[in-house]
T-cell receptor
Framework: QQQVKQSPQSLIVQKGGISIINCAYE??????FPWYQQFPGKGPALLIA?????SEKKEGRFTISFNKSAKQFSLHIMDSQPGDSATYFC????????????FGAGTQVVVTP | DAGVTQSPTHLIKTRGQQVTLRCSPI?????VSWYQQVLGQGPQFIFQ???????GRGNFPDRFSARQFPNYSSELNVNALLLGDSALYLC????????FGPGTRLLVL
């Protein structure tokens, strides 16, 4: 049973465009929501993370929007670049099991020149 | 500073064999978590160890076991390998945020 549902499965965006990836969760005990970027043959790398006490967090070109009542959160990649082409995973965990991340299925993003 | 390191990088085994994967966490990190990532899917949690104690176990059979050593490095053991165990095995170390290593690619023939 997948506790974090991610969409879309894949995304093609032009250079300079905005990539938007959405995730939804069921378990209201989740209180930490990171996004990871993974390139082929590499381990996931942390991009940005948010806790439910804020509705938005921005780091450079990456923004997380969080809607606690809807149990949804999303990643926006502004001014997408070809180097952003990768697979992106949302994840969630809870304080009393902080070492256990529940991952979404991933979104493959391709940025065309 | 060195990140999370894992060895070996690649491994080929046959069905029924046993395998041991190794992980060294970031210096100062006392927690290590193991994940299995099947091609095209998100990582699935297998184990977490903190201060040499198991703190969490995912939905994996007893063929999977792990341990953590006094220097906080960790080993993941898988017995009686099945074809379906072919995957990228990831180790993550953390204080709070999890940082992943490059993984060990296991192929079971």
């Amino acid at each position: 049973q997948q506790q974090v549902k991610q969409s879309p499965q894949s995304l093609i965006v032009q250079k300079g465009g905005i990539s938007i990836i959405n995730c939804a969760y069921e378990n209201t005990a989740f209180d930490y929501f990171p996004w990871y970027q993974q390139f082929p043959g590499k381990g996931p790398a942390l991009l940005i993370a948010i806790r439910p006490d804020v509705s938005e967090k921005k780091e450079g070109r990456f923004t997380i929007s969080f809607n606690k009542s809807a149990k949804q959160f999303s990643l926006h990649i502004m001014d997408s670049q070809p180097g952003d082409s990768a697979t992106y995973f949302c994840a969630a965990s809870m304080t009393d099991s902080w070492g256990k991340l529940q991952f979404g299925a991933g979104t493959q993003v391709v940025v065309t020149p | 500073d060195a990140g999370v390191t894992q060895s070996p990088t690649h491994l080929i085994k046959t069905r029924g064999q046993q395998v041991t994967l190794r992980c060294s966490p970031i210096s100062g990190h006392k927690s290590v978590s193991w994940y299995q990532q099947v091609l095209g899917q998100g990582p699935q949690f297998i184990f977490q160890y903190y201060e040499k104690e198991e703190r969490g176990r995912g939905n994996f059979p007893d063929r999977f076991s792990a341990r953590q050593f006094p220097n906080y490095s960790s080993e993941l053991n898988v017995n009686a390998l099945l074809l379906g165990d072919s995957a990228l095995y990831l180790c993550a170390s953390s204080l709070e945020t999890q940082y992943f290593g490059p993984g060990t690619r296991l192929l079971v023939l």
